[in-house]
């Protein structure tokens, strides 16, 4: 946690807020903090800043914060994800937070365990606490969207054309011939398949839908792996 | 695992094997490959290939392997990585080793708890069973090298100015004012930091053995996501 991020119910004033459970716990076990120390803070969505502790017991932590700067810029990035394995899905939920990508789909495709829709990782709570993990990893205070969709044929039909709409819209595809483009800087699309990758079928529809596919080279990389390796690429802004 | 690796103690002549354990249940549960079957096969440190099953039974299967495609080329990275946290270490095993790194080095920092040492991991057979795993991913032969370092002084005194002879060398420190480069492609040296970073006097130590400090932007990464983020920057050959 290299920053804490506070919430609208953390706040018990305009500058102050009170903190329990995991953050104060990490605030006191790894920060290893006093009465009268501050240390970085940022509310969610908003600015970040500094957080002085004037209240330390074992139940409960109090800061007033100072919020005046603002977070790293947001990568322009649409991160449209076939379903990962549950046990892969929270490390990638932090990952993109961290890395910056504000726009998650998880969608569905052939090759995705109908099991996976069932993991309780995908509940509002549990998604934001992953999300909040990555943020805090990054000092970043902008909260990622998810959306779910586990129909794959009605969200390339009726969904994907639009929200590509203004950007270059990529799909991972081991075994085409493009390799994967570098620098765009630029809105971007990116879909990554499942374990095994989407289907010819899926590729199809996805590139009807206006996606361009393209490879990773030799290797193939596990989806968690793949993330960062690809928004590496894509965009400067996040080195 | 999209490959198969083959050891010398599988081969009971000189193109079969007989696999049992993980890679037979993988065979068997995931893959489902029935008698007759082809499936990618690699013999550590050598070529690749496909295996033909000629014999599939609960405790054992044959193959009759035929070897005849070089493993993707290795990346030109020496990686010197502050020892991790015993969890992150499995996964950062595994994402080296699919990337293509060939030549890790866990060295000690100030930052690293004593007791991630202790870890079962660190033994050459769950090293191997780690790094295997990745190479199995990305369909890799060649074996990374780890080599553990448990005091810092002196090996960035003795041992590291030799090791970094002609490569480019970097050190990855939030806060420098350099950027990472990128698409070096030439034999280069890398050094990552504990949670927390290197201390001041470690980088100073490791820019004295000829390191040059970068950055990678305002967002603070895992090691897990620093790895191949940077090695993405360095190498084009990783796409």
Redesign the interface.
């Known amino acids: 946690m290299?920053l804490a991020l506070l919430f609208d119910e953390d706040f018990v004033a305009q500058n102050r807020v009170v903190l329990r459970g995991r953050r104060l716990e990490h605030i006191k076990s790894i920060l290893r903090v006093s009465t009268g120390d501050q240390l970085p803070v940022g509310r969610v969505n908003g600015q970040m800043g500094l957080g002085k502790v004037i209240k330390l017991t074992d139940s409960e932590t109090e800061l007033v914060v100072v919020l005046d700067q603002q977070p790293?810029t947001p990568l322009p990035l649409t991160l449209i994800l076939a379903m990962p394995r549950p046990k892969m899905l929270r490390r990638i939920l932090q990952?993109s937070a961290?890395?910056?990508i504000k726009d998650i789909w998880l969608i569905n495709s052939y090759k995705v365990e109908k099991s996976f829709w069932q993991t309780p990782w995908l509940s509002d709570e549990n998604l934001r606490e992953n999300l909040t993990l990555g943020l805090e990893?990054?000092?970043?205070t902008a909260m990622p969207r998810v959306h779910i969709r586990k129909l794959f044929k009605p969200f390339v039909e009726d969904e994907l054309p639009a929200l590509l709409k203004g950007k270059q819209a990529l799909v991972a595809h081991p075994g085409t011939s493009a390799?994967?483009p570098?620098h765009l800087n630029s809105p971007t699309a990116l879909c990554i398949g499942p374990e095994g990758g989407f289907t010819p079928y899926e590729v199809v529809k996805l590139e009807e839908a206006g996606c361009q596919s393209v490879h990773?080279?030799?290797?193939?990389?596990?989806v968690e792996?793949a993330v960062?390796?690809?928004?590496?690429?894509l965009f400067?802004?996040?080195?």
């Open positions: 290299n790293p990952t961290t890395l910056g990893q990054a000092k970043d390799p994967c570098t990773l080279g030799p290797r193939i990389l596990r792996t960062p390796v690809l928004v590496s690429r400067d802004a996040c080195l």
